[in-house]
């Protein structure tokens, strides 16, 4: 942030050789609502779903107080500001035009628009500085894939083996098996990475926001309210479906999809329009059952809560 704006001509250069389509977003016009909605609903959508993720969860639940949590909390402003930071290296490398330089044509031609980090450390950096920044930079990748190992075989581990294959595990056992799935996860996420092309972690990156945020009435609103019943939450499969077909139908190149309402065009990002989808077939489901309990089998959970109070005032407990 300091040595390659000042080779620049500072930021005030860096921002005035950037196009100016590259820096607004396309506003609103008579048909479309164009960066404008397509902005909005996927920084909404990507701040609803990053805690939903497991490895989120799991660093959270694994804290020793409250205010751990709060304290870490207060830190998310700074480590905010460091990734707003890390977005101003995109226009450094459009400011230098390294994608032009032809010791960089083939990186550029095999990580596309990935390879704009790297390119202006090799530039403006000495070689040394350079493997301490790449080293970094690994260090980051493998931190949160640390975590996010941990956290699928805890999931694993709790939710299927204790449950299915082996269901008098002792505590030992438990963590046995959850360190062998951690690894096995990570082989396998460097498997993936070699092995398959790039293309396909970065549409998984775009799905998982969009199955992930599917948990949010079962996970979060039931945190808060009862109103939903529980066969209504099953809306969450429902909305993966209607966001996984909505990916596909843009080929799996991008997220977001542009929604037709009387001849208006909104785009927005998948996830939301599938989110709504869900809320709406929850609430609906959740009406349903509560008008006509005899139809949809046992009755409501509230429904036995409430007789089993009845029987113990009855009884005088």
Do not use: C
Request: glycine content about 10%; proline content about 5%; overall charge positive.
């Amino acid at each position: 942030m300091i040595v390659i704006p000042a080779q620049l001509g500072g930021f005030g250069h860096i921002f005035s050789t950037v196009p100016p389509e590259k820096l607004l977003l396309k506003a609103p016009d008579a048909a479309s609502l164009n960066g404008y909605s397509a902005y909005a609903t996927l920084a909404v959508g990507s701040a609803l779903a990053l805690f939903l993720y497991p490895h989120s969860v799991t660093a959270i639940l694994s804290s020793n107080s409250g205010n751990t949590i709060r304290r870490n909390m207060s830190l998310l402003l700074a480590y905010s500001l460091v990734l707003v930071l890390l977005a101003l290296l995109g226009y450094m490398a459009l400011a230098s035009g390294v994608k032009d330089m032809p010791e960089y044509a083939s990186y550029f031609k095999a990580y596309g628009a990935n390879f704009a980090v790297p390119a202006p450390f090799l530039h403006y950096f000495p070689s040394w500085f350079v493997g301490v920044a790449f080293a970094a930079i690994g260090i980051g990748a493998l931190v949160p894939a640390a975590i996010m190992s941990i956290a699928a075989a805890n999931l694993y581990t709790r939710n299927v083996h204790r449950e299915f294959i082996n269901t008098s595990m002792t505590l030992d056992q438990e963590t046995n098996v959850a360190k062998l799935v951690s690894l096995i996860v990570k082989v396998g996420a460097v498997e993936f990475i070699l092995a398959l092309p790039l293309t396909y972690a970065i549409q998984l990156q775009l799905n998982g926001g969009i199955w992930i945020i599917q948990t949010l009435p079962a996970l979060v609103l039931g945190l808060y309210t009862r109103v939903l019943d529980h066969r209504g939450l099953l809306g969450w499969a429902v909305g993966i479906g209607v966001g996984t077909w909505m990916a596909v139908s843009l080929q799996l190149k991008g997220s977001i999809y542009p929604l037709h309402l009387f001849g208006y065009v909104i785009p927005g990002y998948a996830a939301v329009w599938a989110l709504i989808v869900n809320l709406v077939v929850s609430i609906v489901v959740s009406v349903l059952v509560r008008a006509r309990p005899q139809a949809f089998g046992r009755p409501h959970a509230s429904g036995r809560l409430s007789g089993y109070r009845g029987k113990l005032i009855r009884r005088g407990a």
